[in-house]
Structures are given as structure tokens and as C-alpha cells.
DNA sequence: CTTGCTCTAGTTAGG
DNA sequence: CTAGAGCAAG
């Protein structure tokens, strides 16, 4: 195998494919070419690609990683698992639900369905969960009790008095039991599950640990800094004794401490395999010098943290500004202006430019201005595609007919569009049911023979019941249930429905846009089952991997999406979901105290007591800037419009933390300012507020806080 | 049961 | 300023 284009440490961490080997990869140090080049050895070593398991945290990391080796070696590379925790959880759910007791058929919970549950234990054990007189965002006991499963605190520990802090803690851990009975009785698993039952059979059970420990036999993990302890524990005991395990991630670009990650799993790691080999990937290909020496100059601020820099491997380059308006529009405007001017003027093409910040609502202003100026953009992240409502109602739909046993779906279609059937008739007809021992499907087709549903509910019901076994019919008629789909759709007139509930026609149409790729990857999948079933003769499609899936990759449709619509447009994202990518020219727009730092992870701002999470803010900042090529501007604001109030906003401490070599340009003066500039500036102010002072001005004092 | 009004709170994301 | 949720009225 030719190494020749790998440098010293990454060859050593290619080469290195026996015991535990933690390789911290410094942005831009060529990562990805190491993992995959480690993997195409290994398998030049003889080791069996079915016993080698590949790590990532999101799918499509996972499925990029897959491409690069398939390059490399082939088609081998499709006889490795790859992928994310999750989706290995699913397959060893699968193979042997027993071990992890669950049935045979389980269904995967999605965050809405999560929500949902929630929302209705708490009403059923009557906690005000929002109002006037206390409030219970579902949302924050939700991202409780994920954090407590990944950290195998049970229902039972949570309530414990002394781990309960708040109100939060105390309205969670009410809900936590509730909440997994009846996950049990639905024989449903939530996305955590995923993880942590599997780590929990490992731990406990030695046929299962045995019969997994003999199926794999090298490990590989991406990103390990965003590792949880549960997904530390599923490692430990997949790779055994032997533990050939090589994980690879950047502590300086941990950012998921608040969704349970754990840094120490990566700053802990030879604590934990104490036969640990360390390499170090310090030589960064991505950025020019002048943004690495902005990234290293924020960095050594943390605490805790491996020690290491990064070492910039390309020439040249022009110094890092920062940039300062009078406030949020003028810092818009500077910034989209600056984009035409890269676009129209010096040739940069749109998808060479991205914009940064901190929370997604910094979004919107951007956009507005892009539209203006007619510029084409993508916004990354934001609500993943099956999680929209109007996607959700269609499945809703599809799984209704297919699956009529499915509960969730049968609750969510049969009220979409309203049909007058609220809480009380969902009450009546699940008691029906429990009674009869007959699904819910079935007690609305037999609404009429249920005590105490009338009028409106009832004509409701019967029209739903209709209305499936109409589709269900065609769906047997013409053996596609896409189809059947689609004018299901068409008789419940979804699009106007859709039409209706959002303002703008082009907002509908976009939101349409949506269902119609949901009915082509419904249609897709039963293309490709009429294609396999000629080999395999199987009778059907097999709907429970195409949900399942769904749940798992859910942005398995957006690839072809994102090639679709060009290749010109500039990119929109918040630092979270910049990671792992890169772009010549890149903007990070709000450097402000509150907003980056966020103030929520700031609050008792004179005791530096959690410290921990302003590191965590400093991380992110620090993976912001690492984005860059070329080109770095740093956007900030001396006053924001808030809550309809003009505000004053102060630097973020980070833009102190930058090296001189930084350069500082006002919008409203047009001035550029070299570190040289602003010293003198500042001489001469306080020559002339010696004299001012001396002249007794009470005026001095004002003078002297609007200073900087 | 639905609709429309009023109030309040307001990170970050993925499977 | 907006989105989402509760609440009161139809």
C-alpha cells in the first residue's frame, strides 16, 4: 500500500493497528485521509472486513467515509459495518432482539413521538406543564431524561432527593417512569435506547458479550470527542480484551458536553486503556497561517485540554478581520455586501463563502439580505426533513394503511386535517379497545358500536375509516402503495390543508416540496423491492426497513437534494453544524458577549465557577474559525434592537483572546485599524482626558465608558 | 371541538 | 418580534 502521501504521525497512526490507539487529530490535519487509509491496511493485513466496525456520529459522515474507501479498495469496502452508533444498535437489536429484550418487530421512536408521550403523561398525572403559574417546557424534561438514560441513572435514582436540583429535575424524574413503562408496552424504543441497552446486555450478559466480542473484532470510532458514557461503555465491551480499538477526535472541538457528551472519555482515554498508544496530528492543511495563529491564540485559554498547536502547512495569506458596525443591520449589510463584492468582483463562487453564528435565528436576517441581492444561498441544519409536520402527517398516512396496528400513526393521521375528534373520543375508543383487546384501527371502524361517541366525532371517525380502507383497497389494486398514497392525499386535499396553515404560498409550496420527496423515496423503495423481488422472490416490500430507516437516516434524501439544487450557493450555518467542513472564505457574524459567549452558559459572570461551559463556548468559537481557508472576518455589533429596545453590546472576551496581528475595520468611519492605529487613537484620548480631568469636566467620565 | 386571542419566553443537534 | 401554548368563547 503506497503511504508516501501520509506524513510522519499519520503513517504511524495508519500503522498502528493492534490495541488501544488514540490518534487526536487537530482540524484540517488530514483526518479523514488517516482513517481511511488505516482501514484500507488493515484489510491488506488480512483482517476479515466483516469484523471490523467504523463509527461516526452522523450518517452522513458515515456514508462519505464509505465512498473515500470504496475508491481505495473496492468493493470490500460494502462488507464493513459503517455507520453510527444508532444504526449498529439497530442491527445488533435486530440479529438477536432477545439478548436486548425487546420484540421481535420493535418500532424506533422518533423526537416527536418522544414528545408527544411526554406531553401526554404529564397530563395525565395533571402537571401544569406550561401557564401562567408554573411552566414545564416538554422539550427540557425530554433532554433530562436523555442525558439520565445515557448516563444509566434509572427512573428510580433520579428521584432520589439529593440528585434533584430543581423543579425540572423533580417534574422529570416523575415523568421518567411513566415514560419507559410505556415505551414497554408499545414495544417501541427511543433513539437512546439505541445505545444504552446495548451497552447494558454487553455489560450484563456473557453469551451476548461473548457471541458480539467474537463478531467484531477491531473497532474504529470518528469524532470520539463527542462520545457519551453510554457510547463509551458499548466500546468497552465490543473490543474486550483485546481492545483493538483506535479512536480519533479533536478535544478542542468537543462542543456536545450540553447533549451528555463526555471530554473526559477523550482526555481520560489512557486512564482507561492504560496499554494506550498516543498520536498527535498537528499539521494543518486547510488554513492559511494567519488564521491558525487566531485559532492556537484562543485555544490555550482552556483549562483542561491535550496540549498541542496547529501547525499551518500552506503559505502566505491575509490577516484575519475584525469587523465592527453600529448594529445588527448595518453588520447584515457589510456582510452580504462584502459576499457580492467576493462574487461579482473577485470570481469567488458562492459555495467558497459560508456565514456562521451562533444560534440558527441569526439566520434570517442574513437571508433576507442574500434575497435582496438575489445571491443564492442553503441554510444547513435547521429542521431535518422528516420532521417536518407535513411530512410527518403523510407518513402518518402511509403507515396507517400498511401498518394499520401502529397506534402513534393512527393518532396523528386520524385528525389530519381536523376531523372533530379530540381527547374524549380518543379516550372512549382506546377503552373500546383495551376492552376488546382490538387495536385502535379497529375500534374506529367499529366507532359506531362505541359507547358515547356522537355528531361530529362520529361522522369524523366514520369518514377516517372510509378513508383508509379506500386506500388499503387501491393500495391492493395496484400494488403500489405510493400510489394509493398519493391520492389518499388528493381526497384529504392535504395540499390546501398545507396551503392554509402557512401564509405565503411560496412557504407552502416549499413546504409541498417536501411531501413530494417523501412520495418519491416511498416510490423508489417499492421500485427497488420489485427489482429484488425477481432474485428473491420475496412477496412484499419490506416496510418495516423502509420506516425503520427512516427514523435512522433521515436525511438520506437530502444528498441528492444538495446536488440538485447547484453548486453556487453560499452556505448559512450555525457553528455547530459547520463542523467537519471547510471553505475559502468564511464570516463568523455576532462575536459579542451574549450571543458567543451564549449568555445562557454565562450567567454568575464574577465567579468563573463553570468555567466548563464558557470553555465548551470557546471550543466552538475556535471551530468556527478553523472553518476558514483564505479568508476570516469576524462581525460584530455595538447595539442590537432587542425585544424592540436598542441594546448595547460589548466584544466577545474571545475577540480579546485574538493575536495583533488581527485587523480591525469600522463600517460607519470606513476605517481600517492596525493594532498601531488603535494605540495611538488611544494615546491621544487619554492625553485629552488628562486634560479634560484637569480642567474638573464631569464630562470626562461619560467620555471615558464610551472608550472601546 | 375548534377557533382566535393573549401571553410569554427566547442555544446549540442528531440518531 | 415571533412562535407556541393556554384559555375563553363559539
Redesign the pocket.
Known amino acids: 500500500m503506497d503511504l508516501s502521501g501520509l506524513n510522519e504521525s499519520q503513517r504511524a497512526a495508519v500503522c498502528c493497528i493492534e490495541g488501544p490507539l488514540l490518534v487526536l487529530a487537530g482540524a484540517g490535519s488530514g483526518k479523514t485521509r488517516v482513517i481511511t487509509h488505516r482501514i484500507a491496511f488493515m484489510l491488506e493485513r488480512g483482517i476479515r472486513p466483516e469484523s471490523i466496525v467504523a463509527l461516526s456520529?452522523?450518517?452522513?459522515a458515515a456514508d462519505e467515509m464509505r465512498e473515500r474507501l470504496e475508491k481505495m479498495v473496492g468493493k470490500r469496502a460494502r462488507e464493513l459495518f459503517m455507520g453510527?452508533f444508532?444504526?449498529l444498535g439497530v442491527r445488533m437489536m435486530r440479529a438477536r432482539p432477545a439478548d436486548f429484550g425487546v420484540p421481535k418487530k420493535f418500532s424506533i421512536l422518533d423526537?416527536g413521538d418522544v414528545y408527544g408521550m411526554i406531553r401526554s403523561i404529564l397530563r395525565d398525572e395533571g402537571i401544569h406543564?406550561?401557564?401562567?403559574d408554573r411552566?414545564f417546557d416538554p422539550g427540557a424534561i425530554v433532554?433530562r431524561i436523555?442525558l439520565w438514560k445515557n448516563d444509566f441513572i434509572t427512573p428510580a435514582q433520579a428521584t432520589d432527593p439529593m440528585r434533584i436540583e430543581s423543579d425540572y429535575d423533580e417534574i422529570a424524574a416523575e415523568v421518567y417512569g411513566p415514560y419507559e413503562e410505556r415505551l414497554a408496552s408499545l414495544g417501541a424504543v427511543d433513539?437512546?435506547d439505541l445505545v444504552c441497552r446495548i451497552a447494558r446486555t454487553l455489560r450484563d450478559s456473557e453469551s451476548a458479550r461473548e457471541h458480539w466480542q467474537g463478531r467484531f473484532s477491531h473497532v474504529l470510532v470518528d469524532e470520539y470527542q463527542d462520545t457519551n458514557k453510554a457510547q463509551f461503555e458499548v466500546l468497552r465491551e465490543l473490543v474486550g480484551a483485546r481492545q483493538n480499538l483506535c479512536v480519533v477526535g479533536d478535544d478542542d472541538q468537543a462542543i456536545y458536553g450540553?447533549?451528555g457528551a463526555k471530554v473526559a472519555n477523550i482526555l481520560g482515554f489512557d486512564m482507561y486503556f492504560p496499554s494506550a498508544r498516543t498520536i498527535k496530528l498537528e499539521e494543518n492543511y486547510r488554513s492559511r497561517a494567519p488564521i491558525l495563529e487566531c485559532a492556537n491564540s484562543v485555544i490555550v485559554n482552556n483549562q483542561g485540554r491535550h496540549d498541542k498547536v496547529l501547525l499551518p502547512q500552506r503559505g502566505g495569506g491575509e490577516p484575519v478581520t475584525e469587523v465592527l458596525a453600529e448594529d445588527g443591520p448595518q453588520e447584515t449589510n457589510w456582510v452580504t455586501s462584502r459576499i457580492r463584492r467576493l462574487i461579482k468582483e473577485e470570481g469567488v463562487p458562492g459555495h467558497a463563502i459560508a456565514v456562521l453564528y451562533?444560534?440558527?435565528?441569526q439566520a434570517r436576517a442574513v437571508e433576507e439580505r442574500l434575497q435582496e441581492h438575489g445571491l443564492a444561498y442553503r441554510v444547513l441544519?435547521g429542521q431535518?426533513m422528516y420532521d417536518k409536520k407535513q411530512v410527518k402527517d403523510a407518513l402518518a398516512y402511509l403507515k396507517t394503511m400498511i401498518y394499520p396496528s401502529d397506534e402513534i400513526a393512527v393518532r396523528r393521521a386520524m385528525?389530519v386535517p381536523?376531523?372533530?375528534?379530540?381527547?374524549?373520543?380518543l379516550e372512549r375508543l382506546l377503552a373500546h379497545a383495551s376492552v376488546r383487546r382490538i387495536s385502535l384501527m379497529d375500534a374506529i371502524h367499529n366507532a359506531e358500536r362505541v359507547e358515547g361517541i356522537t355528531g361530529?366525532?362520529r361522522t369524523g371517525l366514520q369518514r377516517f375509516s372510509e378513508l383508509i380502507r379506500f386506500a388499503q383497497s387501491r393500495m391492493h389494486a395496484s400494488g403500489s402503495a405510493g400510489l394509493a398514497l398519493r391520492e389518499l392525499l388528493d381526497r384529504i386535499a392535504l395540499r390546501d390543508h398545507v396551503m392554509r396553515e402557512v401564509g405565503s404560498a411560496e412557504a407552502a409550496a416549499h413546504r409541498w416540496s417536501d411531501v413530494e420527496r417523501l412520495l418519491g423515496s416511498v416510490e423508489r423503495f417499492e421500485q427497488r423491492a420489485r427489482e429484488s423481488k425477481k432474485k428473491s422472490r420475496s412477496k412484499r416490500p419490506r416496510w418495516n426497513e423502509f420506516f425503520g430507516s427512516m427514523a435512522?437516516d433521515?436525511?438520506k434524501d437530502k444528498k441528492s437534494d444538495d446536488e440538485s439544487s447547484g453548486r453556487g450557493q453560499i452556505t448559512l450555518a450555525?457553528m455547530?453544524?459547520a463542523k467537519g467542513l471547510e471553505w475559502p472564505v468564511v464570516f463568523i457574524i455576532g462575536c459579542e458577549e451574549g450571543i458567543m459567549p451564549?449568555k445562557?452558559?454565562d450567567a454568575p459572570r464574577i465567579s468563573d465557577a463553570i468555567a466548563g461551559d464558557v470553555e465548551e463556548e470557546r471550543r466552538l468559537f475556535y471551530v468556527g474559525i478553523t472553518r476558514a481557508r483564505d479568508r476570516l472576518f469576524l462581525t460584530r455589533a455595538t447595539s442590537r434592537v432587542e425585544?424592540?429596545r436598542q441594546i448595547k453590546r460589548l466584544p466577545s472576551r474571545f475577540l480579546e483572546e485574538l493575536p495583533d496581528s488581527v485587523e480591525r475595520y469600522d463600517i460607519s468611519t470606513e476605517e481600517s485599524l492596525t493594532v498601531e492605529k488603535i494605540e495611538s487613537m488611544a494615546d491621544a484620548f487619554l492625553a485629552k482626558l488628562a486634560l479634560a480631568r484637569e480642567a474638573g469636566e464631569e464630562e470626562a467620565k461619560r467620555r471615558r465608558s464610551s472608550r472601546r
Open positions: 456520529f452522523t450518517n452522513k453510527t444508532h444504526s423526537q406543564y406550561a401557564g401562567a411552566r433532554q436523555s433513539f437512546d450540553w447533549r451562533r444560534s440558527t435565528r441544519g431535518a385528525n381536523s376531523r372533530g375528534i379530540g381527547a374524549k373520543t361530529r366525532a435512522i433521515r436525511d450555525t455547530h453544524s451564549h445562557r452558559v425585544r424592540g
